[in-house]
C-alpha cells in the first residue's frame, strides 16, 4: 500500500515564501515521478509542477513558472515544493501525487497519476 503525506502547509502573507513536502511510504519512491496539484473552493483541481524520475526533468504550470521550484530527494522519499512570492490567489489545498508512468511522462494530465495524498491547505492572506 502506498501513503503520501503532504506536510508543511498554512497561512502566510502575500509575497511570502513556503516550502511543503511530501513523504512516500511503502513504495519505491524511485519509481515515480512525482507531482504537485492544487485545487481552490469552486475550481477545478489544476497543474503546479512535476518531477520525473530523474530530478534534473521538471514541469511547471505557467502561473507558478519563476517563482516555483519542485525538487525531489530519494534518500528520504519526500518531493518539496518551494513556493516564492505567494498570492492570495493562490490559496488552496494541495495534493501530492505520484505516477508510475512508463514510457512516456505526461505530468500535467492528473489522470495519470496513479498515486495521491489528502491534501494540505496553503492560505495566502492578502
Known amino acids: 500500500q502506498v501513503q503520501l503525506v503532504e506536510s508543511g502547509g498554512g497561512l502566510v502573507q502575500a509575497g511570502d515564501s513556503l516550502r511543503i513536502s511530501c513523504a512516500v511510504l511503502g513504495r519505491t519512491f524511485n519509481n515515480l515521478a512525482m507531482g504537485w496539484f492544487r485545487q481552490a473552493p469552486g475550481k477545478e483541481r489544476e497543474f503546479v509542477a512535476a518531477v520525473a524520475r530523474s530530478a534534473d526533468n521538471t514541469a511547471y504550470g505557467d502561473s507558478v513558472k519563476g517563482r516555483f521550484t519542485i525538487s525531489r530527494d530519494n534518500a528520504k522519499n519526500t518531493v518539496y515544493l518551494q513556493m516564492n512570492s505567494l498570492k492570495p490567489e493562490e490559496t488552496a489545498v494541495y495534493y501530492c501525487?505520484?505516477?508510475?508512468?512508463?514510457?512516456?511522462?505526461?505530468?500535467?494530465?492528473?489522470?495519470?497519476?496513479?498515486?495521491w495524498g489528502q491534501g494540505i491547505q496553503v492560505t495566502v492572506s492578502s
Open positions: 501525487a505520484g505516477d508510475l508512468y512508463g514510457t512516456f511522462w505526461s505530468p500535467r494530465n492528473r489522470g495519470t497519476y496513479d498515486y
